[in-house]
């Protein structure tokens, strides 16, 4: 079947470093994408990488890994607007997206 | 900011009747989807469209209907609401191609069945 796996929670301080992993497993591939969404609020569009390797935008970062069936989105210099749930979704071979249950972050002053 | 509207943001309804959640977007782009997401889960695809004229079923469409007469709007609707169907709504409308997962988001129509 379909999957994707990210943690639930994550805890971070303003001003640090995160990482947030996601595995997929899916019917064929055809790129994996990063979406923000903070609470009672739609997602919005972070990333998307299809090749391996890392996309930098700004203080966001998306890494993948093709061969591992890995990727993840790295927030620096964390600002407590930060504090939201990041989605990971990949995109199968009909070019649905399947969705992961997105990881909740929290920001501490 | 995104050009695409639902209404409404927040309806309560009595089990068994018939409501529509419209969903109208300016970007002039192909696809549009409808999908479900309660507090803490993941996104879950109730119907799509390629196009004018084309409509297709997610994984939870077995309860709702839609349309796509224009390229702008793609209502979705539910025949008789049930408890079950509280939730929030999120319809979402992209290119074709290279950026198709690309999804731009309405705000959501936040629906409770009493």
């Known amino acids: 079947g379909q999957n994707i796996d990210q943690p639930t929670e994550m805890t971070a301080t303003e001003g640090a470093i995160v990482q947030i992993n996601c595995t997929y497993q899916?019917?064929?591939?055809?790129?994996l994408f990063w979406y923000q969404q903070h609470a009672g609020e739609a997602p919005t569009f972070l990333s998307y990488n299809v090749l391996d390797g890392l996309e930098e935008k700004g203080r966001f970062s998306s890494f993948l890994s093709r061969s591992k069936g890995y990727s993840y989105l790295l927030l620096k210099e964390l600002q407590m607007k930060d504090s939201a749930s990041y989605l990971c979704a990949a995109m199968d071979s009909n070019y649905q997206l399947i969705w992961g249950a997105g990881t909740k972050l929290i920001i501490k002053p | 900011e995104a050009d695409i509207y639902q209404t409404p943001r927040y309806l309560v309804i009595g089990t068994g009747k018939k409501i529509t959640l419209e969903c109208s977007q300016t970007m002039g782009h192909d696809k549009m989807y409808w999908y479900q997401q309660d507090p803490g889960m993941e996104l879950h695809l109730i119907h799509y469209s390629y196009g004018v004229n084309s409509t297709e079923k997610g994984d939870l469409s077995s309860e709702s209907t839609v349309s796509r007469i224009r390229t702008e709007h793609f209502p979705l609707t539910l025949e008789s609401a049930r408890p079950s169907h509280t939730s929030q709504y999120l319809c979402?409308?992209?290119?074709?191609?290279?950026?198709?997962?690309?999804?731009?988001f309405g705000e959501g129509s936040r629906l409770t069945v009493l």
């Open positions: 979402a409308s992209s290119v074709q191609g290279l950026h198709t997962g690309e999804l731009f």
């Open positions: 899916t019917s064929g591939f055809n790129g």
